[in-house]
């Protein structure tokens, strides 16, 4: 994850390490993140999200084990505090667009598992209509960790990742799976852009991040939904004779841009 700001701060942005994740037993979950917040308001906290789920049930699983099962891992992808800017503003654009929602969800998975951002060296690498094999993507998560995983728990990571990636757009097919283009929205974009710039980012450096890089996107396309973000309200973009300009104040409570202007009064 390429970052100027230091980790413990990215850390209170929502940004997630760790050698493991809901992936290794789960998918991004899109199906439950959008009934779950189709019962819950934007201004939900983290023991509203938790009542729902556990006590009344609203994601309709069978036991009270799995139910707490599910808010453990939908937790561990997304965080679901407001506190986080990244969890804030996710949900802010969730209901904007609802085509955006299965990117937006893996934009924000991708923040905070590691094992999801390791897989994109797989996906990404591949044009539309190429088959991605299993055992690609099996030799990929497993580099570098050769006694990490059973065959048995490398496969079903694969599976879930593979799975999280076509409920994303990236990919089709059940058994066989093509690599497609996902469809991209300004939402996508200017949360790219917002994940950039908790990073340190900014001007032009904001469209060669990492995140922006996960939209597979060419830049001109990117430019125009930025330019088509900027005319809804959702950021401030400016570009000017190559000089680019991406503003997103109106996103942070004081306390984080306090943060951040620490930093780019650092760099500047």
Known sequence: ???????????KFGFKWGKSGAHSSRTIMLAELQALFSVTPVSAT???YQTEIIKHNCLNKSTENTRKLTFR??????????QQALFRV?????????TAQGLLALQLAYARDTLLRKSSDCILVHKPGEHIKRDEMEALLSKDALDRFSAA????????INSSWTQAGYLKGKGIKIH??????????SYALFQGYLCGLSGERLFNSVWIKLLHT????????????????????KESGGVVDVRFNH??????????????????
């Not at 996710?90 to 609802?98: A, I, V």
């Not at 490398?154 to 879930?160: F, G, H, P, R, V």
Request: hydrophobic share 35%; glycine share 2%; proline share 7%.
């Open 1 to 11: 994850m390429d970052s100027l700001i230091p980790q413990e701060t990215l850390i």
């Open 180 to 189: 497609q283009l996902p469809t991209i929205s300004p939402i996508n974009v």
């Open 153 to 160: 728990s490398l496969k079903s990571l694969a599976q879930n």
């Open 46 to 48: 983290l023991e509203h």
């Open 218 to 237: 060419p830049l001109e396309t990117l430019q125009t939904l930025a330019s088509a973000a900027s005319y809804r309200g959702l950021i401030d973009y």
């Open 251 to 268: 996103f942070l409570n004081p306390d984080e841009q306090r943060l951040l202007q620490t930093h780019y009064q650092t760099v500047t």
């Open 90 to 98: 996710f949900r802010l654009f969730w209901e904007s667009d609802p």
């Open 73 to 82: 891992h939908l937790k561990d992808l997304y965080g679901l505090e407001s």
